[in-house]
Structures are given as C-alpha cells and as structure tokens.
C-alpha cells in the first residue's frame, strides 16, 4: 500500500496535470465533480500531514484570507517598457532599420495583451516568486497572488528547463470574469471596475489572496531570460516553456518580410474583436538573440522590438439627450443618449459622460455628433465632438444644479469629480439603493427581495429604510401585488436567517461610502466590533489595512449622523452579528498589544506573524502610530516605519525576543464558539512556509 507522502504527491500531480489540461490546453479531462472531488482528497490528507505542506500544492490556489503584504524586490535587468508606435508607415521604417543593421533577420508577431506585466522566476522547475514591474527598476513581491492564478504553472512538466530562469508576461482578466465581477460590485452598489485592464491591475495588487482567486484573473508569457536556455533564439523558447506548462499564445508567428508583418497586423486587428481577452496592438521583436544583442538598447527600450497600437474603435453618432441619474450614495452620473449606432459588434445607445468636468472639456451640446470609443467600457464614453458638423445656434450642455429626483441643490466635494444629492433620508433613489445594497448577496443575502420588490416595499410605505425590514410580518408581505403566502414566508425565512451574517458583512451591508466589501472585513478583524468602529477617530481607523484618510473621514461622518445611529441601533435590537465571532486563542499573553510588522523574517513569514500575534490576543496595525505597542522588525524594515517608531518613542523588537514574549504563554482552554475561521488561521500559523529566494529579472 502506498505511504500517506505518495498518496499526496500522486494526487498533486494528477491535479497539476488536469489544471493544465483545463486552464492552459483548454481541453478538460475529467468533469468538475471528479476533480473537486480529488482535490478534497488531498486537502484532507494535507491537513492530516502537515509535514509534508508544500506551497507548490494545488491546494494553494485557493489563496489566504489573511493580509498580504508586498515588499519592495529589486529587477535584476531593468524591466525595460517596448517603444509604441500608432503608425504603420513608422513600423515600416523600424523594420527597414533593422534588416539594414542584421542580414537574415526573423520577426516574431505577437499579440500585446492589455493587463499588467508580471515576471515569474522558477528554480528547479518551481515557482519561487512573482513581481510586478513597479518603475522598471524595483517591482512588488506578489507571488501569494499570483499563486492563485489557475494558468500559471506551479510545479514545470516535461524537460530541459534550466534550474534557475525566468518568465515574463501579462496577467490579464479575461472578459467573462470581468463582466461577473463588475456585475456583482454593481448588485453591491460599489464603483464599476472602467476596464478589464484596470480590474487586473487591481486585483493583482489586493491584501487577501482569497480574493484574487475568486476574480479569476488569467496570465499569458511571451519572454524568457536566464542562463542555460535550451535555445538561442525567441521562437524555440517560447515553444518549449509551452512544453513545460506555461500559457504561451497560440497567435504567434515567425515572419521574414514586411509583407508577413503587416498582414499578420490587418488580420490580427480583425480577429482580436472575437477573443475572450482584450488586446491594444502588436508586438514585433527580432527572433535571434545574438541579433537582439547586437541591435542593443536605449535607455528604455530594446531597439529590436517594437509594440504596434491599434487604434481604438470608434464609432460617429448624434447626441440626443443627457440624463443624470442618482445613485445610493447620491452620486450623479450623467448618461449620454444617442442615434444607435453598431460599435464593436454591438448597437449602442449610451453612453458614459463622467463628470461635469468632462461635460465642459468636450464641450458636449445636445445635437452634436460624437465620437464614440468602446475600449474595454461597460457603457462606452464619448471621446470627442465633431465640431465639423455642429448645428448653428446650439448651446453648451449645463450641468444640472439640483437633484433630478428629489430637488435638493447639488453639492460638490473638494477634490471630487462628481456632484452629490446631500438628501440622502428623503431621496427616493438614494433609500431604495441603499435597500437594494442591504439585501444583496454580498451584503446580508436576503433572498426572495429582489431590486423590483425592494421598490415595492418602499412604494408602499412598508420599509423606508433597512431596519424597518425586520418589522415586516407575513400578512403584510403577502398582500402586496405578484406576492403571496408562500413568498412571504420565504421572505421572513430569509430575514430570521440574516441575523446570523457575519459582521464584515453586516458593516459592509451598511452602505458606508467607500467602504466596499474587502475594507469592510479589515475593519471587523482590525476593531472587532461596530461599537469600537463608531467610537474610532479618523487616526484610528486609518491604522486597519485598506483604510485611508478619505475611507476614515467616511466612516466618521456615516455615524455622526443621527439618523444612521438610530437605523444601527435599532439593527442591533434586531439582534444582527455587531462583533466578530469569538475565536480560539492559543493565549491572551498579547491581550491589549498592538503591533506593527516590518521586513523579513528568518523562521516565519509576516503571514505567520500577524496570525500568531492575533492567536495570543494581540492586534495587527498597518502603520506605526502612538497607538503602537510594538514595531516587529526583520531584514530590511522599511525605513519610514522605522524612523516613525523611534520618533514616537515605539519599541523595536525582534523576531526571538517575539517568539519570547509567547514562549511561556499559558495555553487557554478551547472554547465551543470558536469559528472554522479561527482554526484555519492557527493552522496556518503552525505551517512552515518556505521563505521565497531572491528574484532575478530579463530583459522586459
């Protein structure tokens, strides 16, 4: 019978091999079930076996629900960016260069991916770290991230891969998951995400890895660097690191002539309309390496490649009317509505205009004909008027100056680009918004009240704002038009149930400007309750992860309003979750400590760290503040940190005299309250996770 060690490594190797099959091939082998169904297996032999964790596992790429943090990591070649080029006649004359300069010159035509770029270094054919291209110089230690991107290789398959070498490329979202999550963030009334790139570029760069992996985020590379590769040249490369598992393009192409090139440019510009990704243009580069060497570099850019942009789609339309339409937290948005007009495959009839800044900047007049772009927008912009075909005598569009809906006169933020209906207890859209959010799936999940019924319940007087929710008894339900006995009971199900969400959701469910789903959970683990939370100054809440200064005066100005205070009071007599669960703790040795983290560590990552100090009744604070205890320092601590602990007179600690202070802690007995949660994190903390090494970095 094999041992427990080959059970495990048996099914990790058989779920690398399917996840490369589904991810990277496209081509599933076994179904869903039977994969889920493996990969509990391994899960339950891996957390009866801690000793042979292995961060490699597929198990990981489910991510943390603990804080990430991205220390700073030095490229070893510049990460040099590629010279642009929106003119066919000027990539002409780039490829004229070079085939004047090198004789026999072979051009590789790639796609150019619009996300962010990213480079993978492998060791022994396993992924030891992930970095973002920061400035070009120094770029931000992702790799937990990355991790949980399903198409990056892990572990390499096959052979002939060097020991130590380096893959770049794009980490990019893939149209189905953008439009999932810019649908969910819309049910839960947070901003919309303007593009796939920058909802990349965002996720990528989230505290809890957990997240990143439900955004289902997608990574193509198109670059190796290193030394021993098997080949001299781009191509050759490229198509083994495809062998050893790597998502590599399949839109590729080797061409020798301007010919090839610039119908590889019309044909790709065509067909990029039709893939599940967004791509801005084409990348030329020269195939030999010993070419590429010879063409040599400027100061920030290869001379021997080239990236070719295709112009955005654009399409010509009249301008027939502008609404301005009021959101839950009384923001304005003014929508565009056009002649329909075909744009990218679809007939557009709206369009984003932002702002009244960006009103004034086009000088936007109803009847103009506009130029309308489709790149990567949920609702498309427009970019610009034809001022050729401007009608005579027609006049500057003017903002608005009071609510369309309730009257009140706008008001304007300093530092804002948006106008706001200051009338949120009696502006209709602004109080079904906030229903709607209070009841969504993300939120307090109360099925059976969708948006058209939470409209009916405000229409009939019977809920005027979130708390009267619970007041609702079953006859009233029941009586209101397309409902009935059984949905009623649905619904008062549906209610009892949510008093039992758990309070990151509860405060996200609030509706508290700025303060979106992620920010929420790291004010619950940070104060642990709504009362610490409502009693915080703006300094206070500014030292829990993911909270600035403009998320902090949020808060603040949310429950200096009475009318909030008395809905939150009158939730909690309703006996929704207003504290975290009670957790299992190892101790209380840290009770009533706060602690700043800083650097790396010898025997302990700041993962480990932060749950071990929170496993003895300590806190984790992101910023050195007076109300830092301790600042927690290792190799190479952040400067800033460092000298804001020594001016406020903070004590510095090591990692030994850390281990320490919880050394000789008295166990505590376990309780019968403590969440799943709590021992996932304390079994975390036991785990050893392997340090990553030191990164090295290619050429671009």
Not at 71 to 87: G, K, Q
Not at 112 to 124: M, N, Q
């Amino acid at each position: 019978m094999a041992s427990v060690r080959e059970q495990i490594e048996e099914l990790r190797s058989k779920l690398n091999q399917y996840n490369y099959q589904y991810y990277v091939e496209a081509q599933p082998v076994v179904s869903d079930y039977e994969y889920d169904t493996l990969l509990r297996q391994l899960q339950q032999l891996e957390a009866e076996n801690p000793e042979f964790f292995d961060p490699a596992s597929p198990t990981q790429r489910v991510g943390s629900d603990l804080a990430n943090s991205f220390s700073s990591v030095a490229h070893r070649f510049p990460m040099l960016s590629l010279s642009n080029t929106y003119s066919l006649d000027e990539l002409k004359e780039f490829v004229e260069r070079v085939e004047r300069e090198v004789e026999g010159v072979e051009f590789v035509c790639e796609l150019k991916f619009d996300g962010t770029a990213i480079s993978l270094t492998y060791e022994h054919g396993r992924l030891t770290r992930a970095v973002t291209r920061g400035d070009g110089v120094r770029g931000d230690d992702v790799t937990a991230n990355v991790r949980t991107i399903r198409s990056v290789p892990l572990v390499l398959q096959g052979e002939g891969w060097p020991d130590y070498f380096e893959m770049r490329g794009e980490v990019l979202m893939p149209h189905a998951s953008f439009e999932r999550l810019n649908r969910e963030r819309a049910e839960a009334g947070e901003n919309l995400f303007a593009n796939p790139r920058n909802a990349a570029a965002g996720t990528i760069k989230l505290q809890n890895s957990a997240e990143v992996a439900r955004r289902g985020l997608d990574c193509y590379l198109y670059y190796m660097a290193g030394e021993g590769l098997p080949y001299e040249n781009h191509w050759d490369n490229l198509q083994a690191a495809r062998s050893w598992g790597f998502k590599i393009s399949d839109r590729m192409q080797m061409c020798r002539s301007w010919a090839e090139i610039s119908a590889y440019i019309t044909r790709t510009d065509t067909e990029r309309k039709e893939l599940p990704y967004d791509t801005d243009g084409a990348v030329i580069k020269v195939n030999d390496y010993l070419m590429q060497r010879k063409l040599g570099s400027t100061a920030k850019a290869p001379r021997w490649a080239v990236a070719y942009k295709f112009k955005a789609e654009q399409a010509l339309t009249r301008l027939l009317s502008v609404d301005f339409q009021v959101g839950r937290t009384g923001a304005i948005t003014p929508v565009a509505n056009l002649d329909p007009v075909q744009l990218a495959g679809t007939v557009v009839k709206r369009a984003s205009i932002h702002n009244a800044d960006q009103i004034a900047l086009l000088d936007l007049r109803i009847g103009d004909m506009v130029y309308v772009e489709k790149g990567g927008e949920i609702i498309p912009k427009i970019t610009a008027v034809e001022l050729s075909e401007r009608q005579e005598g027609s006049e500057p569009l003017q903002y608005i100056d009071r609510c369309p809906e309730c009257g009140t006169p706008l008001v304007r933020i300093e530092g804002e680009a948006k106008h706001y209906c200051p009338n949120q207890m009696g502006c209709v859209p602004q109080i079904v918004g906030r229903i709607i959010h209070f009841i969504s799936r993300k939120a307090m999940n109360i099925e059976g009240i969708g948006e058209e019924t939470a409209e009916l319940l405000y229409k009939s007087g019977l809920v005027k704002n979130v708390a009267d929710l619970y007041g609702l008894q079953p006859a009233m339900v029941a009586a209101l038009p397309r409902m009935g006995q059984k949905s009623a009971e649905n619904i008062m199900h549906q209610l009892a149930a949510s008093r039992q969400v758990p309070f990151e959701r509860v405060l996200f469910a609030l509706g508290i400007r700025f303060v979106g789903e992620t920010t929420a959970k790291y004010l619950a683990g940070h104060f642990g309750s709504l009362d610490a939370i409502m009693n915080a100054s703006e300094e206070q809440l500014a030292e829990a992860d993911e909270v600035g200064e403009k998320i902090a005066q949020s808060i603040v100005a949310y429950f200096a309003d009475e009318d909030n205070r008395q809905i939150v009071e009158r939730l909690r007599s309703e006996g929704l979750q207003f504290e975290v669960a009670q957790k299992n703790l190892l101790s209380n040795s840290l009770e009533g400590l706060s602690f700043v983290i800083s650097g790396s560590f010898e025997r302990h990552s700041r993962d480990e760290l932060k749950a071990l100090i929170e496993s003895h009744g300590g806190r984790n604070l992101a910023a050195v503040s007076g109300a830092t205890n301790y600042l927690l320092a290792g190799d190479k601590i952040g400067p800033a940190k460092l000298q804001k602990a020594t001016k406020l007179g903070v004590e510095i600690i090591s990692e030994e005299q850390f281990e320490a202070m919880i050394g000789d802690a008295e166990p505590l007995p376990p309780t019968t309250t403590a969440t799943q949660e709590s021992a996932e994190v304390e079994q975390t903390a036991e785990q050893p996770t392997p340090q990553p090494a030191a990164t090295q970095g290619s050429l671009f």
